[in-house]
């Protein structure tokens, strides 16, 4: 069956420090991907998505591409800010069941001043 | 994208009763869902909710347990019957739209069963 594998956390980090969080993924035929992040107390917003091998994500500094030869979608921020404490959840859905989407165990990402 | 509101936003329960948490959509979807997520762990769909029939369900999860319903496009409802302290959780109802390849989320239901 389709799965997702995320990096452990926690992750503490510094203000300003390059932020990385492995994401692999396993499924059959061509899913799509995506970074969903929830922040202290709240619900779970989309971050980025992509579609189809070699598409890169991005959002308010975040990147992902979508690399299908190392099943792969790793979350990148070159530099991290306070009020990106959250849990990063890496996710797929699979092209056969739009909408079930399979998520990544989550990586709590805490950044100090 | 779709505003979704869920109520009750978070419920302290007791033991062997039920509840029924509503999701409230402001725009016609074509799928809507259920997610839960269990304290510290990653989430986990329960059923897909089909406008006038019965939510399919996921392995591991049955209706008796979790009765839902969805009587138009922009509303559902999940119950969660019989509860015990393992059911606490917090409940998630998502939605997406027809050709739209993003799954949108409510703000959750946090449950606490004692």
């Not at chain 2, 762990?41 to 591991?60: D, K, P």
Request: hydrophobic fraction near 35%; proline fraction near 4%; include cysteine.
């Amino acid at each position: 069956g389709n799965s997702v594998t995320q990096m452990e956390g926690p992750v503490t980090l510094s203000e300003e420090a390059f932020l990385t969080i492995n994401c692999t993924y396993t499924a059959t035929g061509y899913p799509s991907l995506f970074w969903y992040v929830q922040y202290p107390g709240e619900g779970l917003q989309l971050l980025l998505k992509a579609t189809k091998a070699d598409d890169k994500g991005s959002n308010k500094g975040f990147e992902a591409t979508y690399r299908k030869e190392t099943t792969s979608f790793h979350l990148e921020k070159g530099s991290v800010q306070v009020s990106d404490s959250a849990v990063y959840f890496c996710a797929l859905s699979a092209s056969d069941s739009w909408g079930k989407l399979q998520f990544g165990a989550g990586t709590q990402v805490v950044v100090t001043p | 994208s779709a505003v979704i509101s869920q109520k009750p936003s978070r419920d302290i329960c007791q033991r062997g009763t039920s509840l029924t948490i509503q999701c409230q959509v402001d725009s016609q979807v074509t799928m809507m869902f259920w997610y839960r997520q269990q304290p510290g762990q990653s989430l986990t769909l329960i059923a897909t909710a089909n406008q006038g029939s019965e939510a399919t369900y996921e392995s591991g999860f049955v209706i008796d347990k979790f009765p839902i319903s969805r009587p138009n496009l922009t509303f559902s409802t999940l119950t969660v019957s019989n509860m015990s302290p393992e059911d606490s959780s917090i409940y998630l109802c998502s939605v997406t739209y027809s050709g739209a390849n993003v799954l949108t989320f409510g703000a959750g239901s946090r449950l606490t069963v004692l």
